[in-house]
Nanobody, 119 residues
Framework: QVQLVESGGGLVQPGGSLRVSCAGS????????VGWFRQAPGKEREFVAS????????EYARSAKGRFTVSRDNAKNTMYLQMNRLKPEDTAVYYC????????????WGRGTQVTVSS
């Protein structure tokens, strides 16, 4: 079973930065293109960003473009989402999962990591 574990969330002030991580558990992460998704209270889960297996192709939602950067380190079996110039509307639980590029998720969802943007 493909299992990914998210970490690195927290509380950050508007305009601040945060990096969340996604680690593969028990399998080589480079088998898959991987995406980040988020779900805010009362809203549906939405696509944020994705990265190809070898990291050469990335895709971003309009809300993330120019502020967020997705990357991966296959040697560490880990993917990252660097978030800059954070806004209160970025507050959500962030999830990672394998995707059919660019943004079609498959596999099970993990627990996610909470990101809260507030002063």
């Amino acid at each position: 079973q493909v299992q990914l574990v998210e970490s690195g969330g927290g509380l950050v002030q508007p305009g601040g930065s945060l990096r969340v991580s996604c680690a593969g558990s028990g399998f080589p992460l480079d088998y898959y293109a991987v995406g980040w998704f988020r779900q805010a209270p009362g809203k549906e889960r939405e696509f944020v960003a994705s990265i190809s297996r070898n990291g050469t192709k990335t895709e971003y939602a309009r809300s993330a473009k120019g502020r967020f950067t997705v990357s991966r380190d296959n040697a560490k079996n880990t993917m990252y989402l660097q978030m800059n110039r954070l806004k209160p509307e970025d507050t959500a639980v962030y999830y990672c999962t394998p995707v059919v590029p660019p943004s079609d998720p498959f596999g099970s969802w993990g627990r996610g990591t909470q990101v809260t943007v507030s002063s």
